[in-house]
């Protein structure tokens, strides 16, 4: 319980010092990304931890940097995709500020599955994804939550995420 309050405070800390409305800073996002990975787990059990970026955005290249390592036991892999059809059943799909869009169509391909939707576009949670970021007027990167959508998805996340949750659902 405390390495999680430790890791989230430390991912707060650098999203206060980083992000920036002006500026995206790609790999404080990638932190929460991995870091939302770790408290959070799947009904099924495989050796990778598959994450998707769904469009082009520079995620891409710091997700990349975390591909082989490990989180939970599983090897994380990173992809990238520009269309629905190319989704396939990753862990975790991250629809890129350029693509948010297509959530409603990334939300039915994936229906049912347990695929987590984290939404780069602030309020994405409300029409379906299970986390959306926002930018907080003092700069600081935080997250949405949509518990109820998680649930359907039959992924859990650790009380603590949704403790510090900017909003939840």
Same mark, same amino acid.
């Given at each position: 319980?405390?390495?999680? !309050?430790?890791?989230?405070?430390?991912?707060?800390?650098?999203?206060?010092?980083?992000?920036?409305?002006?500026?995206?800073?790609?790999?404080?996002?990638?932190?929460?990304?991995?870091?939302?990975?770790?408290?959070?787990?799947?009904?099924?059990?495989?050796?990778?931890?598959?994450?998707?970026?769904?469009?082009?955005?520079?995620?891409?290249?710091?997700?990349?940097?975390?591909?082989?390592?490990?989180?939970?036991?599983?090897?994380?892999?990173?992809?990238?995709?520009?269309?629905?059809?190319?989704? /396939?059943?990753?862990?975790?799909?991250?629809?890129?500020?350029?693509?948010?869009?297509?959530?409603?169509?990334?939300?039915?391909?994936?229906? /049912?599955?347990?695929?987590?939707?984290?939404?780069? !576009?602030?309020?994405?949670?409300?029409?379906?994804?299970?986390?959306?970021?926002?930018?907080?007027?003092?700069?600081?990167?935080?997250?949405?939550?949509?518990?109820?959508?998680?649930?359907?998805?039959?992924?859990?996340?650790?009380?603590?995420?949704?403790?510090?949750?900017?909003?939840?659902?």
């Amino acid at each position: 319980m405390r390495t999680l !309050r430790y890791s989230i405070l430390l991912a707060v800390v650098l999203a206060t010092a980083s992000a920036h409305a002006q500026t995206t800073n790609y790999q404080v996002y990638s932190l929460f990304v991995i870091n939302i990975a770790k408290y959070s787990s799947w009904p099924e059990q495989n050796a990778e931890m598959q994450i998707t970026v769904f469009g082009k955005s520079k995620i891409f290249d710091e997700l990349m940097k975390q591909n082989g390592k490990n989180v939970n036991g599983k090897t994380v892999k990173v992809t990238q995709v520009d269309n629905v059809a190319d989704i /396939g059943q990753p862990h975790i799909i991250y629809i890129a500020d350029n693509r948010s869009g297509s959530l409603d169509d990334v939300v039915k391909a994936t229906q /049912g599955k347990p695929v987590m939707i984290i939404g780069e !576009r602030e309020g994405l949670f409300k029409k379906g994804a299970g986390f959306s970021f926002v930018i907080m007027e003092n700069s600081t990167l935080r997250y949405d939550i949509n518990n109820t959508e998680l649930e359907k998805r039959q992924i859990r996340v650790s009380k603590s995420l949704t403790a510090l949750a900017n909003a939840s659902i």
